[in-house]
């Protein structure tokens, strides 16, 4: 995420995804108490987030983790998870999870070893949609592994060129229409590749970066920005009247998920040290050394922390 890596004018704690025990709820909060094992989405852009010891989340962002589940896995789940979560269901409009379509149903998501383009893949074979037409690169393996071959699924590397991908991806569709997709990556390139995918003038995509306005589509542009949830009213041009609701629903959805074993986190590398090696974990995301996991930090370990 570049708003990680690109200088500030004063100190910042970015962090947005946080697990571990709750210290201590707010007046009126119901369903949590001191001591719970919790993941969280730390509201972007207020203070206290989680590039500290101790952040604030508000608790309809704030979800229960059974005791198998380890604070690390927990960690990759919040931020990407609702990310495709509203790209799917809020922005483009697909079958929920509880229910779930019968018919052939295409999606194509570009960035499937992404983080959210990976939880993108796992929410929708919940929804049973079919096939998953998924564009990775070096990620490929890992993404193979959240596909379903026999229903059709599909794993493309981008590297193969425009039109490879577009030939791979009549291939998957078959005879069905190509209507939906979800860009995680969002430059102009893969927008434009995956517009010449869809059914012309019909197709909708869930960008997540701001298009620009020279980016002249055939296809809806649905932009998705996770941040939404946290908005008690629609204001221009972000918030969506009920992205609040929607995730304060699935965000107890991924913690039933999780005690009930149908849903999981992602891969992930604890990097030592702490704070200490926040650094170079941006530089090395910035220079695209990461591949189909997530990085993380143990706030303990930083030096001087007590």
């Known amino acids: 995420m570049p708003k990680l890596w690109a200088p500030q004018a004063s100190p910042s704690n970015y962090g947005d995804d946080l697990s571990g ?23 972007m852009g207020a203070p206290h987030g989680s590039y500290a010891e101790y952040s604030i989340a508000w608790a309809h962002s704030v979800f229960h983790l059974p005791t198998r ?32 379509t019968t018919a052939p149903l295409p999606l194509v998501i570009y960035g499937g070893a992404t983080t959210v383009g990976s939880f993108a893949i796992k929410l929708a074979a ?8 998924a564009i990775a690169g070096n990620g490929t393996p890992y ?5 379903d071959k ?27 229409p190509i209507i939906y997709a979800l860009d995680t ?13 869809l059914v012309p003038s019909k197709g909708k995509i869930a960008n997540l970066l701001p298009s620009s306005p020279e980016n002249k589509l055939s296809s809806e542009l649905l932009f998705t920005m996770v941040g939404t949830v946290h908005a008690s009213k629609p204001t221009k041009p972000w918030p969506v009247l009920g992205d609040r609701e929607f ?6 959805f991924f913690g039933r998920g999780l005690q009930e074993g149908w849903f999981h986190g ?12 926040l650094g170079q974990v941006l530089r090395d995301l910035e220079a695209g050394k990461n591949s189909a996991k997530k990085y993380l930090l143990k706030i303990a370990e930083t030096k001087g922390n007590m």
Request: charged share 20%.
């Open 21 to 43: 025990y709750i210290e201590a709820v707010g007046e009126d909060v119901l369903g949590f108490n001191k001591g719970d094992r919790v993941a969280a989405f730390h509201e």
């Open 69 to 100: 589940i380890t604070f690390e896995e927990a960690a990759t789940i919040p931020l990407a998870a609702m990310t495709a979560a509203l790209g799917l269901y809020q922005r483009l409009g697909l079958p929920l999870p509880w229910s779930t």
């Open 266 to 277: 992602n891969p992930y590398e604890v990097r030592t040290g702490g704070l200490d090696a």
């Open 247 to 252: 995730g304060t629903l699935f965000f107890s």
């Open 126 to 133: 919940l929804s049973n949609i079919h096939p998953i037409i």
């Open 150 to 176: 026999s229903k059709g699924d599909m794993v493309i590397d981008y590297r193969q060129g425009e039109i490879h991908i577009l030939e791979k991806i009549k291939e998957a569709a078959g005879d069905n």
């Open 143 to 147: 993404v193979n592994t959240l596909l």
């Open 185 to 197: 990556v969002s430059e102009m390139n893969t927008l434009r590749t995956i517009d010449r995918a």
